[in-house]
């Protein structure tokens, strides 16, 4: 991991080295190591990364696409920062998001979390590109409720693939909330500042929770497939000696088998079928422990182990959970 200083802070003997030419130098250097991932900590970190001006916040900067044309001597690059990310873009863009390559041919708003690791994959046009970069850090929303249910909106975690794809309307909505935030820290920061800057933020994530239940209406269809296919992998794997071998499926094995990411899977499923992953899973394993303690002789912690668990009590805790008995008063009753 490469720490954004390494690239931007170099003096010699009193006179400053110029950020952008120390930049171009050293981005050649890493452009031949593709394990290679430069890190972002702040918000001022970011600002000198590309050579913008001076944030007028700390913690939170909106910025204009079309003005981001010193983020195309970045293309191929690894980045991760330590920022929430809030972008949208009117018009073509390339990203790659982990391994896979996304092309979009209309205005699509991505989310990203601190940690997350995405390459710019194109260079942008500024006669072509319109859109906006919310970048804020999690240090400004440590004492708001905001910060405490931040990790409520799972979109964060979505793929690129993911996206939620915008109409006009809805556009409009987030370009004025987006406004109001530039606006605030444009301003003389006073004792409303912060918490008129939150507010906007809360609006624009609860905004996007209402189009992301549109676009999964709207796609109703296809999301019944993979609904299909998920409870196919899943019925398998549970008929199968994985269960034994390789232990209870994780989410991410199933988003894995339909290419999607885990906390979009699970939301695809809660609104289709009122479950998420980890509910389908325990449902079924419940099902399964059900028959099996009926018919067979097994000991509980025989039957614990085959069905996935490396410790028979936390079967027994997951059991009652669910149906209100242990497994031993459930065999004795039945």
């Given at each position: 991991?490469?720490?954004?200083?390494?690239?931007?802070?170099?003096?010699?003997?009193?006179?400053?080295?110029s950020?952008s030419?120390?930049?171009f130098?050293?981005?050649?250097?890493?452009?031949?190591?593709?394990?290679?991932?430069?890190?972002?900590?702040?918000?001022?970190?970011?600002?000198?990364?590309?050579?913008w001006?001076?944030?007028?916040?700390?913690?939170?900067?909106?910025?204009?696409?079309?003005?981001?044309?010193?983020?195309?001597?970045?293309?191929?690059v690894?980045m991760?920062?330590?920022?929430?990310?809030?972008?949208l873009?009117?018009?073509?863009?390339?990203?790659?998001?982990?391994?896979?390559?996304?092309?979009?041919?209309?205005?699509?708003?991505?989310?990203?979390?601190p940690?997350q690791?995405?390459?710019?994959?194109?260079?942008?046009?500024?006669?072509?590109?319109?859109?906006?970069?919310?970048?804020?850090?999690?240090?400004?929303?440590?004492k708001?409720?905001?910060?405490?249910?931040?990790?409520?909106?799972?979109?964060?975690?979505y793929?690129?693939?993911?996206?939620?794809?915008?109409?006009?309307?809805?556009?409009?909505?987030?370009?004025d909330t987006?406004?109001?935030?530039?606006?605030?820290?444009?301003?003389?920061?006073?004792?409303?500042?912060?918490?008129?800057?939150?507010?906007?933020?809360?609006?624009?994530?609860?905004?996007?929770?209402?189009?992301y239940?549109r676009q999964?209406?709207?796609?109703?269809?296809?999301?019944?497939?993979?609904?299909?296919?998920?409870?196919t992998?899943?019925?398998?794997?549970?008929?199968?000696?994985?269960l034994?071998?390789?232990?209870?499926?994780?989410?991410?094995?199933?988003a894995?088998?339909?290419?999607?990411?885990?906390?979009?899977?699970?939301?695809?499923?809660?609104?289709?079928?009122?479950?998420?992953?980890?509910?389908?899973?325990?449902?079924?394993?419940?099902?399964?422990?059900?028959?099996?303690?009926?018919?067979?002789?097994?000991?509980?912690?025989?039957?614990s182990?085959?069905?996935?668990f490396?410790?028979?009590?936390y079967?027994?805790?997951?059991?009652?959970?669910?149906?209100?008995?242990?497994?031993?008063?459930?065999r004795?009753?039945?």
């Amino acid at each position: 991991m490469l720490s954004i200083e390494s690239v931007i802070s170099v003096k010699q003997k009193g006179n400053s080295v110029s950020c952008s030419s120390h930049i171009f130098r050293y981005l050649s250097k890493i452009s031949t190591m593709s394990d290679e991932i430069v890190r972002i900590n702040s918000i001022t970190q970011l600002h000198q990364m590309f050579g913008w001006e001076k944030p007028k916040h700390p913690l939170v900067s909106v910025l204009d696409v079309a003005n981001l044309k010193s983020m195309n001597n970045w293309v191929g690059v690894k980045m991760t920062s330590d920022l929430y990310v809030i972008t949208l873009k009117d018009h073509d863009c390339g990203m790659l998001y982990g391994r896979s390559h996304y092309d979009f041919e209309e205005g699509v708003l991505a989310f990203y979390e601190p940690g997350q690791v995405v390459t710019q994959t194109e260079e942008i046009n500024e006669e072509e590109q319109s859109g906006w970069m919310l970048f804020f850090h999690p240090d400004l929303l440590r004492k708001s409720a905001l910060g405490r249910k931040i990790q409520e909106y799972s979109f964060f975690s979505y793929g690129v693939n993911e996206a939620l794809h915008l109409s006009d309307q809805e556009r409009r909505m987030l370009y004025d909330t987006v406004s109001k935030i530039e606006f605030e820290y444009n301003q003389n920061i006073d004792g409303h500042t912060q918490e008129l800057i939150v507010n906007n933020i809360e609006l624009l994530l609860n905004y996007s929770n209402r189009f992301y239940e549109r676009q999964f209406h709207t796609r109703t269809n296809t999301h019944k497939d993979v609904v299909i296919q998920f409870e196919t992998l899943l019925k398998a794997y549970m008929s199968s000696d994985k269960l034994v071998n390789e232990g209870i499926p994780s989410v991410a094995y199933f988003a894995d088998q339909v290419h999607l990411s885990g906390n979009y899977l699970s939301d695809l499923l809660k609104k289709e079928t009122g479950k998420n992953v980890k509910d389908h899973v325990n449902n079924l394993l419940i099902d399964k422990a059900k028959t099996m303690l009926l018919s067979s002789g097994d000991t509980v912690s025989e039957i614990s182990y085959k069905l996935g668990f490396n410790y028979p009590h936390y079967f027994t805790r997951m059991f009652k959970l669910h149906t209100g008995q242990t497994p031993n008063d459930y065999r004795t009753i039945n």
